[in-house]
C-alpha cells in the first residue's frame, strides 16, 4: 500500500480571465502574444545592445581569475559612443567571455546569452538546488528592477509546491557557474568572498516575466542579471533526507522525469520512492560525525555512496550528519529504489 505522497505542483503563469457575460460587448478575455513571435523581437533587442555595448573587462585580471581584487569586481556596462571616449572598446558580442546555450520551452528554441568571467571554484550547482546569490536585475535600457548585494539573498532555484523559484532564464545561468571556496571575515560584521562565479545573463521575456510583467518590467521585455553566486544549499523538497539533487538519477538537470514506482509523483517530491510501503528515510543509513579539529581530529573519509547533508562548526567542534543509500543486495541499486527490499533501518 502506497504512503503518503507529498503532493505538489509546478508552479506555472496563470492567464485571468475577465467577462461580464457572453452578450456583453465589454467582455474582455486575455490573449497572450505568440511565444515565437515576442522570442524573434526579444533576441534582436537584446543581439543589438551586445553589439552596441561594452563592459569594464580592462578591470578584470583574466590572466589571474581568481584573484583576491577580481573578488571584489563589478560589472558595468556601457554604451560604445563618442560620447563616452570608448570607440575603441570591444562589444560585449566579441568578447570571449560571452557564451551562449540553447533552452527549449513551449516549443521555442531560446538562445540563452550569459557572460562568464570566471566559473567558481566551489561545488557545482543543480537546478533543484538553492543557492545564495548577489545579483543586480535591470532592464536593457539600464533601468534597476531589483538587487541584492555584499551577503546577498538565498531562492530556490525551482519553483515546487509553495515553493517559490526565479525565472528560467536565471536559473539556465546559474547552472554553468560554480560556487565560492571559501571567505574571510572582515572584523567588521562583513565577509569577502572568495573564487565564486561571477558573470551576467540576458533573458529573453520568454524565459522571464513573458506577458505578465511586473510593476517595473513591461510585458514581453528582456531582462539582465548580473550575478555572483556564492553558495548552494541541498533542498530535500519530500523530506525523505535525500537531497534534491541526488534524486535527479540520470543526471539531465530536469527531476521530473525521475519516477522509480512510476506513479506519477517523481522521485525528489515522494517519500516512498520504491512503493514498497516502507518510506525512503527508513530504507537509508544515517550517521553522525563529531570531529574535534581542536584535538587535531580530521575530518571523516565517505564512502562513495555516503552523502553529507548537514554541517556545523561550533568553535573548530564539527558536527556532520551523512546518509548512506545502502545496497543490501550488492546490485547496484539503493534499497530505497527496489521494491522488493523493504528493510527498515530506522535509525
Known sequence: MKLRKITFALLSVLVTAFSCGPDDEDSFTFTPRDRQEVYDENIADIEAFLTTHTYNYDEFDFANPYSLPNDTFKIVFDTISADN????????????????????????????????????????????????????GTLLNGNLFDSADVDGITFNLSSVGSSFGVVDGFREALVEFRMRDGYTENGDGTTTNHNFGLGAVFIPSG???????TASIPSYTPIVFKFGLLTR????????????????????????????????????????????????????????????????????????????????NNSGVITIKTITLEDSDANGTPDYLEDNITISYDN
Not at 516512498?272 to 530504507?283: Q, R
Open 85 to 136: 571616449n570608448n570607440l575603441d572598446a570591444i562589444p560585449l558580442m566579441d568578447r570571449p567571455e560571452l557564451l551562449s546555450k540553447t533552452v527549449t520551452q513551449n516549443n521555442v528554441d531560446y538562445k540563452l546569452y550569459y557572460l562568464s568571467l570566471r566559473e567558481g571554484l566551489g561545488q557545482a550547482t543543480h537546478p533543484l538546488d538553492a543557492v545564495n546569490v548577489t545579483y543586480e
Open 207 to 213: 524565459l522571464g516575466y513573458f506577458s505578465t510583467g
Open 233 to 312: 544549499i541541498n533542498t530535500d523538497y519530500d523530506l525523505d533526507l535525500i537531497p534534491s539533487n541526488i534524486e535527479d538519477l540520470d543526471g539531465d538537470g530536469n527531476g521530473v522525469n525521475d519516477d522509480t514506482d512510476g506513479d506519477g509523483v517523481p522521485n525528489f517530491i515522494d517519500n516512498d520512492d520504491d512503493n514498497d510501503g516502507v518510506l525512503t528515510k527508513n530504507e537509508i543509513i544515517k550517521k553522525t560525525y563529531t570531529v574535534d579539529t581542536n584535538l587535531g581530529e580530521t575530518e571523516p573519509v565517505y564512502a562513495s555512496n555516503e552523502y553529507e547533508i548537514y554541517r556545523n
